[in-house]
């Protein structure tokens, strides 16, 4: 149980061009849903924690409007990266936590999604 | 603030050795400690976690962790090393404060087992 998946697993897109990236919840409801960075050969970077159905909450640094959460559903919830440009490539791996449940409050980690703007 | 350290950017280690992969926590109050391994390109797997209990904690794969208060470390263990177990792993604590679960990461630890 607890499978997070997200997609695409990879993206290439050309700069100034927005992508968008699911991250889903496969057999249980996420309540919680969070957004990582990841540099190669670096640690995970939180950027953002979204509830469902409330906006979400960025972390310092973490430009908003550039870089779109959306979780409508307790089973769903997107990342946009918008106008990006090539200082945007990177690793992108969501976690989902319920607050429900034996496993509540655990994160549970998507398999990730390599973005290369060109 | 809560975070964890983790001082060895890489570890080596021969096939069938004994394997250690360090950890160090700073947290007021009680801490929620886990580990994760992460292979090439992909998410995080979740190997264990103290929350309270025993401080020998067993997980995933045949690894086991320490939990050692006096010293505020966290380490991960495994009495035999795997070539497969070659991979980034990481050391993580949660923040409890408000009923939240964030996790903070430490920077990661590369192990590599040799034949």
């Known amino acids: 149980g607890a499978v997070v998946s997200q997609h695409p697993s990879w993206v290439i897109c050309k700069s100034g061009t927005s992508v968008k990236i699911e991250c889903r919840s496969l057999?249980?409801?996420?309540?919680?849903m969070f957004w990582y960075r990841q540099f190669p050969k670096q640690s995970l970077m939180l950027m953002a924690t979204?509830?469902?159905?409330?906006?979400?909450?960025?972390e310092q640094g973490v430009e908003k409007d550039k870089f779109l959460i959306n979780h409508a559903s307790l089973t769903l919830s997107t990342l946009t990266v918008t106008s990006a440009h090539p200082e945007d490539s990177s690793f992108y791996i969501c976690?989902?936590?319920?607050?429900?449940?034996?496993?509540?409050?655990?994160?549970?980690f998507g398999p990730g999604t390599r973005l290369t703007v060109t | 603030a809560q975070s964890v350290a983790q001082p060895e950017d890489q570890v080596n280690v021969a096939e069938g050795n004994p394997l250690t992969v360090k950890c160090t926590y700073s947290?007021?109050?009680?801490?929620?400690l886990f580990w994760y391994v992460q292979y090439p390109n992909r998410g995080l797997q979740f190997l264990l976690k103290?929350?309270?209990?025993?401080?020998l904690v067993k997980g995933s794969y045949g690894f086991e962790a320490e939990f050692n208060k006096s010293q505020t470390s966290f380490h991960l263990k495994k009495p035999s090393a795997l070539v497969s177990d070659s991979a980034l792993y990481f050391c993580?604590?949660?923040?409890?404060?408000?009923?939240?679960?964030?996790?903070?990461f430490g920077t990661g630890t590369q192990l590599k087992v040799e034949l």
């Open positions: 976690s989902a936590s319920s607050s429900m449940g034996q496993g509540r409050y655990e994160q549970y």
């Open positions: 057999d249980f409801q996420a309540t919680t």
């Open positions: 979204s509830n469902e159905g409330s906006k979400a909450t960025y």
């Open positions: 947290v007021s109050g009680n801490p929620y």
């Open positions: 103290y929350i309270t209990g025993d401080n």
């Open positions: 993580a604590v949660r923040d409890i404060k408000g009923g939240g679960n964030k996790l903070t």
